[in-house]
């Protein structure tokens, strides 16, 4: 029920057939462009307005979940060619369900309030992150593509990796490099929260280490869930997955989810119906009401939303640690999967619901120690 990409799928590929995402010129410039020292440019005075107005509007629209995930969609809905954001508002859409499951009554009973609240910490901790380092980078292409020439220099202003500044130069001038866009932007954000959440010494100990999590991981409780409309009904595919702390895992989960969900015709136009149908509250039930209830005097479980549950988080300001120092450790993950066939997952979604209730009864043997 924790975290935001992860592996060990449950659905796998229908061939080893693996996609190269640039051609060997592509590959040529942009190990050059990486080796190059970062330009220093001092910003104008029209150009420093320009990035005050891309922290405040990122600023409002990290405030929480939420926010956050229909922030995604609604650039995506503008930008349709920046695949990542449509992904990023998915799996954020289950980070907010991760988070609320803490005070859903299929959990909370397995839990104290103290450990429910460190993992929200850093679920909450997660997904605000690489909505800070990502979504300048997505409002810095809206400008670039509006005044139609890079403006890619400025993204070390928002201490993004000097990774992302070539691979946004290249999608700029050529928008078929959807796929190496998506690719770049998974590394680029599951190597920034290693490098400034999960290398945390208190988290590592609290959340990583600990035995709730250790447990859930291998009862296999862990689901990426992508609820999509066919005909008047709503289905679950998605991926099962495990090993959260491996960053090598993380990356290629991201790169599985991608596939599934815009490589099958009918999970991303019927995601994207749902998406614009259902708004995020938090909550299961937005996907699965016959299940679940945001209310809590329901006869069904108890899934509260994200407002409910949880109070606004405040995040102290970081500057982040920089991660990007080797280009051969980057090299290996610039290809997909050709296919990943949708699995039906509202059955091992129930299924890890029964398990769960069935286990309740041992949260005091397991869960408080």
């Known amino acids: 029920m924790f975290g935001k990409w992860f592996t060990g799928t449950i659905s796998n590929p229908q061939n080893n057939d693996l996609v190269k995402l640039w051609t060997t010129t592509e590959e040529k410039q942009l190990k050059k462009e990486w080796t190059n020292s970062p330009f220093n440019h001092s910003p104008s005075l029209k150009e420093k307005d320009m990035l005050a107005k891309i922290r405040t509007k990122t600023a409002s629209l990290n405030r929480n979940n939420v926010t ?70 997505l409002l810095l292409y809206e400008k670039s593509k509006n005044a139609g020439r890079p403006l890619f220099y400025l993204l070390s202003e928002f201490h993004v990796s000097p990774f992302m500044n070539p691979i946004w130069t290249l999608f700029l001038k050529d928008n078929t490099k959807k ?22 010494a208190y988290f590592q100990q609290k959340v990583l280490s600990s035995l709730t999590y250790q447990l859930q991981e291998k009862l296999g409780f862990t689901l990426v869930l992508f609820p999509y409309r066919k005909a008047s009904k709503t289905l679950l595919t998605g991926l099962g997955v495990q090993q959260f702390s ?30 614009k149908e259902k708004s995020h509250t938090g909550s299961r039930e937005d996907y699965l009401p016959a299940v679940f209830s945001s209310k809590s005097d329901s006869s069904k479980i108890y899934s509260p939303t994200i407002d409910a549950a949880w109070a606004d988080f405040d995040h102290p300001s970081i500057v982040p640690v920089a991660w990007f120092h080797n280009i051969e450790e980057v090299l290996p993950f610039f290809h997909l999967p050709s296919t990943l066939e949708p699995a039906d997952m509202e059955k091992t979604h129930l299924y890890n619901l029964m398990k769960l209730t069935g286990i309740s009864e041992l949260h005091g043997v397991f869960f408080d120690k």
């Open 246 to 275: 491996n960053l090598s895992n993380r990356i290629e989960i991201g790169k599985k989810l991608y596939v599934l969900l815009f490589k099958n015709a009918d999970v991303l136009q019927g995601a994207l119906g749902f998406s």
């Open 68 to 137: 956050r995930t229909q922030a995604y969609l609604d650039f995506y809905l503008k930008h349709p060619e920046v695949h990542w954001s449509f992904l990023a508002h998915m799996v954020s859409r289950n980070g907010g369900w991760n988070m609320t499951d803490l005070k859903a009554s299929h959990i909370s009973t397995l839990i104290s309030y103290e450990k429910a609240s460190i993992l929200f910490r850093f679920l909450e901790k997660a997904n605000h992150l690489i909505f800070q380092d990502a979504y300048p980078q």
């Open 179 to 200: 796929e190496l866009l998506t690719v770049s932007l998974i590394i680029n954000e599951q190597n920034f929260i290693e490098s400034n959440l999960l290398q945390n």
